[in-house]
């Protein structure tokens, strides 16, 4: 009897395997004892930047994952717009890092699991910039999974 494999990569979507490329860089930074959120940005199918949460390394609360995905791609380009990119984050962002996104002003924002309590669309939706594209819930159990893991494990 033939079983149809749903693991199988062929059957995910663009944003679920840019997804997977940021859950991975989660799960390094879970690795490392930072809060697991990873983050990537793509243009025209390419991967220019990567970042995943550096806080504790950096002793630094503005190093989001978002934030070292952000300066990464414009390094990458050359440029402080990111017209034409996509951001693909493990958790919804929070305000300082959707601020952060309005300077860009990026094209899409796609996130996995909801920030309850501190994601951006708790408190004021309009920091996003206008011609910015929110996508959430792409692979939300996992990205959830992983860190709810983390924080059972700090208690
Ligand atoms: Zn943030």
Redesign the pocket.
Known sequence: MRVYNFENDTSLSTDELYMKEALRLAQRAFEEDEVPIGAIIVSQGKIIGKGYNLTERLNDVTA?A??QAFTAASNFIGGKYLKDCTLYVTIE??V??AGASYWTQISRIVYGAKDEKRGFTKFNQQIIHPKTEIIGGVMEEDCATLIKSFFRNKR
Do not use: A, I, L
């Open positions: 989001h978002e934030m962002p929070c300082m890092c």
